[in-house]
């Protein structure tokens, strides 16, 4: 049985990846959706989780304060939700590499520093 390069794909870090994020409650988001990964790899290989921010086209988002814009490759634009840290079981929930792909340095600084104005966990 031969294995495709594939099952080894593991999240990393700046990545923007696909998972499922249903089941859900209430106002969370449904379905199938993008996430900028947060977390290392090395942490998503040795947990089997992922951390990070939930990405959505939807335009209500265009004027929250939360939301960090995201162009895509094609001119589409997606919004980073930095109030809404996720964290999945990645292989339970299909997680996928999404064509935006991987190397989002810049947009992950920007989004972390939100995140940190929101929680303000990075203060002594």
């Known amino acids: 049985m031969s294995t495709s390069k594939s099952a080894f794909w593991v999240p990393d870090r700046a990545e923007i990846?696909?998972?499922?994020?249903?089941?859900h409650v209430?106002?969370?988001?449904?379905?199938?959706?993008?996430m900028l990964v947060i977390s290392t790899?090395?942490?998503?290989?040795?947990?089997?989780?992922?951390?990070?921010?939930?990405?959505?086209?939807s335009a209500q988002h265009a004027d929250n304060p939360f939301a960090i814009?995201?162009?895509?490759?094609?001119?589409?634009?997606g919004y980073v939700l930095t109030h809404q840290p996720k964290s999945f079981d990645w292989r339970q929930r299909n997680a996928r590499p999404h064509s935006w792909g991987t190397g989002h340095t810049k947009l992950l600084s920007?989004?972390?520093?939100?995140?940190?104005?929101?929680?303000n966990i990075c203060a002594p």
């Not at 990846?17 to 089941?23: D, G, L, R």
């Open 17 to 23: 990846i696909f998972v499922q994020y249903s089941p």
């Open 26 to 34: 209430g106002a969370e988001m449904p379905d199938d959706h993008p």
């Open 41 to 57: 790899k090395a942490f998503a290989e040795k947990t089997g989780v992922v951390v990070g921010f939930p990405m959505t086209h």
């Open 69 to 77: 814009t995201a162009p895509g490759a094609r001119g589409e634009i």
């Open 110 to 119: 920007v989004a972390l520093k939100r995140f940190d104005t929101i929680f």
